[in-house]
């Protein structure tokens, strides 16, 4: 299994939610799966991969794009000329996750988040714990708990938005592709960055730091305290190499029952650095059955 091959979840579909527009792929028939893409990805990061897998596997994928990202916008109306706060806050997103499920028709869904999309799935299934059926967290953090930390992170993240602002998304992902949380990065095939490289480069800059603005880490709720309010049955995955393993720990020893799956030889997305063993992990779980 190769991630990122061209097999599409579907069209997108435009969707109003409380007068923002969200960019929506669904696929497949079954119980609803919620797939929330991370940071510069898009709901087309899963395509090739758990996607595909899941469709084959009896299940309903939904793939949104973040706001901020891909076709979804980040303020209600006129994105350019609104005075309304942006919607791309992880609180606001995980509000509006539990409206667009019921557009889209479903009362509940199997959630799986990766990175900051793992934040957001966090969130929700502590603010709407009765539209989650299983979660599944790849690669997550509970935010920053510390307060001077925070304002920090802040900080760095609004250099981050400028730099956006003033030089465009080319120049921005150029850097934005040596961090070295994205280092596991360099081993993916040939194909597989290609097709990362260009859903990065789709994206409108001024989404993509309206993000980074309202989602980061040092703007979001920390949520360590409220990790016990998890009822769902929880999966925590995370790359044995990836240099913030020790947020995902944390965040699987606080979830009450949570499991903890290390996959080695990957860093910080075993979706793409290791699809199979991903898949069949995330499969596995949610065949289970996990009625009380």
Do not use: K, N
């Not at 090739?48 to 596997?57: K, N, R, V």
């Not at 949104?64 to 891909?70: A, Q, R, S, T």
């Not at 930390?149 to 730099?163: G, M, N, P, Q, Y």
């Not at 979001?220 to 016990?228: C, K, N, S, V």
């Amino acid at each position: 299994m190769t991630a990122l091959a061209h097999r599409m979840i579907g069209e997108p579909r435009i969707v109003d939610v409380a007068g923002l527009r969200w960019s929506v792929r669904a696929a497949g028939s079954g119980p609803a799966l919620l797939l929330l893409h991370g940071f510069t990805g898009s709901g087309r990061s899963w395509e090739g991969g758990l996607a595909e897998a899941a469709i084959d596997s009896g299940f309903r994928v939904l793939a949104p794009d973040l706001p901020g990202h891909g076709g979804t916008a980040w303020r209600a109306g006129d994105a350019g000329s609104s005075d309304e706060p942006s919607r791309a806050a992880i609180e606001r997103v995980a509000d509006d996750l539990a409206e667009l499920l019921g557009v889209l028709g479903h009362d509940r869904a199997h959630v799986v988040g990766y990175s900051m999309g793992a934040r957001v799935a966090l969130r929700f299934a502590i603010s709407h714990p009765a539209r989650v059926r299983s979660l599944v967290l790849e690669a997550p953090s509970a935010g920053i708990e510390d307060a001077a930390d925070r304002t920090a992170r802040r900080a760095s993240d609004e250099v981050l938005a400028r730099a956006l602002d003033r030089d465009g998304i080319e120049s921005f992902m150029d850097a934005w592709e040596r961090t070295p949380v994205l280092a596991g990065e360099a081993r993916l095939a040939p194909p597989v960055r290609t097709g990362l490289r260009e859903i990065r480069l789709s994206h409108d800059p001024a989404g993509l730091a309206a993000s980074l603005r309202a989602a980061g880490q040092g703007a979001m709720e920390p949520l360590h305290g409220r990790l016990a309010e998890v009822t769902a049955p929880t999966l925590v995955v995370v790359g044995g190499d990836d240099p913030v393993r020790d947020r995902a720990a944390a965040v699987a020893a606080g979830v009450p029952g949570a499991r903890l799956a290390v996959i080695d030889g990957v860093a910080h997305a075993p979706h793409l650095e290791a699809p199979a063993a991903f898949c069949r992990l995330v499969l596995d779980f949610l065949r289970e059955d996990h009625a009380p």
